[in-house]
């Protein structure tokens, strides 16, 4: 391993988040609290640390694919540690495990929160827990390769390792300037949703941290009962409506933005996406006009909401859904491990390699009364190769192995199975709520410590699809090369 360009890379990592961290600063003195001596503090710490490692001369400046893992890894890792001393030296989070949680759980999108008052928390502190979302919902990875042209050797293998979905294509030549692209359509959403919701008549302190939110489907908010206690149905459809579209591929904006609208019609993860969400939709507002709701208004739009949080793994909340039938809950927790569309923000398993593993057991189905076929699955014009669909089974696979381990490894805490399994699959997925003790109107300080770091690494591998995790603490990443 080039470990001198894997040192300097992170340590431009610490550095940007060093910069990342002077907003809140600047919102604690304008405010005029406490806590901008943690936020000054950390900034130093963190730059210091950082520029002392980009400092380190590099002969060598290629970056191959074990390095690219171990900067995906390490750099999560680091930004995750460097980004719970906020938290820690405020004292608003003193526990170091818990500061780390809720610090993988921002960065990862997840939005699973331990903080029980959420209102008494100073409002840095409440912006640095959104910020996160935003951050690392494209990923500061991506960001680095976007805005940093001195890393351009190597760049896309960093890209590759720690874009979502089963393949990192470029949408234009050049690396950076995909990554460009992609951060000018998430800065522009951001921008969009922010002005959108103080029309709502939303503080833009509120609006900013709940853009941050959405557009990075985390779900941290600035109240323990969520979108909840914001009573206006115009809040609810503007967040529910950018929550679907953070969920969508990014790179079929481009196609839009090239005007080539064909494309997006055409795209079948798109579809299927749709698909789910509309069925998903209509079946739990039925299920919910038959039982507890008697507004079929009311039923359809906390359906819908839910539906859009639970499947782009935003996580917000509405209504307590913990409190609804067993059927609507089944389908919401079904949701939990589809995930949005690969190349979006979102988390959980993503809805091309759903659409995948439908081709595969299709033409299982098939074979059986046509053993010599040679049956071809294809995504839209493409054949999706044999390496490809292999690779997306083994994905799924390794996904459900690590869930029941996890499952078995957090009963030791001694909750119920509702309790465990809910919160093993919200925390795998990056969703963030989930049922029973971790409802949405619940938090994750009920459980022990080592279920808590349980839970930091469940994110971790979510987030980076578990196999670039994996991979780099596997005995042939440290092998010498030939």
Known sequence: MNFRMIRRILGI???????????????????????????????????????????????????????????????????????????????????????????????????????????DMPKSILFWRSFTHWIGGMGILVFTVAFLPAMGVGSFQIFKAESPGPTADRLVPRIKDSAKLLYMTYFSFTIVQIIFLLFGKMSLFEAVVYTFGTVGTGGFATEATSIAAYDSVYIHIVIAIFMFLSGINYSLYYSLFKGKWRDVVKNQEFKLYLGIIFVSTILITVNLMTTIYHDIGTAFKDAFFQVNAIITTTGYAIADFDLWPAFSKAVLFMLMFVGGCAGSTAGGIKVIRILTLLKLIKREIQRIFHPRAQIAIKNGENIIQNETASSITSFCALYFLIFILSIVIVSLDGFDLETTISAVATTLGNVGPGFNQVGPMRTFSVFSAFSKITFSILMLLGRLELFTMIAIFSPEAWKKQA
């Open 13 to 119: 990592l610490l550095i940007i988040e060093a910069i990342f961290m002077i907003p809140p600063f600047l919102i604690s003195v304008y405010y005029g609290q406490q806590d901008m001596y943690a936020f000054l503090l950390s900034i130093l710490f963190t730059g210091i640390t950082g520029f002392t490692m980009y400092k380190l001369k590099v002969k060598n400046t290629t970056i191959k694919v074990r390095d690219a893992l171990a900067i995906a890894t390490f750099g999560w890792l680091i930004i995750s540690f460097f980004g719970a001393l906020p938290f820690v030296f405020s004292r608003s989070i003193p526990s170091l495990v818990d500061a780390f949680f809720e610090t993988v759980s921002g960065f990862t999108t997840t939005g699973a929160t331990l903080v029980n008052h959420l209102e």
